[in-house]
């Protein structure tokens, strides 16, 4: 089993950044592969960025490409989310997932955790 807890949302105006942060326990990170998703109200969960248990390769939403970079410190059973030039339509519930593939679609990853809020002001 792998527990899975985010934090580092908030209320950001347009343009700004903001650093998301998924601490695991349980068993060790290096095990999975990681991956953030974010669901707007009324929307369907929408892949984010995924990175493979060594950080050597990552993925990312069309969305997001060239703003938001994920990294993680294995260390410190940690996965981050960095943010940028973020936009109102970046307004959701971010969650991270793990799964021992890379992949972008939902229903892969088996473990998640219990999500942060980022709201973006125009």
């Known amino acids: 089993q792998v527990q899975l807890v985010e934090s580092g949302g908030g209320l950001m105006q347009a343009g700004g950044s903001l650093r998301l942060s998924c601490a695991a326990s349980g068993r060790t990170l290096s095990s999975y592969s990681m991956a953030w998703f974010r669901q707007a109200p009324g929307k369907e969960r929408e892949f984010v960025a995924a990175i493979n248990w060594s950080g050597s390769s990552t993925d990312y939403g069309d969305s997001v490409k060239g703003r938001f970079t994920i990294s993680r410190d294995n260390a410190k059973n940690t996965v981050y989310l960095q943010m940028n030039s973020l936009k109102p339509e970046d307004t959701a519930v971010y969650y991270c997932?793990?799964?021992?593939?890379?992949?972008?679609?939902?229903?892969?990853?088996?473990?998640w955790g219990q999500g942060t809020q980022v709201t973006v002001s125009s």
């Open positions: 997932a793990a799964s021992r593939w890379t992949d972008e679609r939902v229903r892969i990853y088996d473990y």
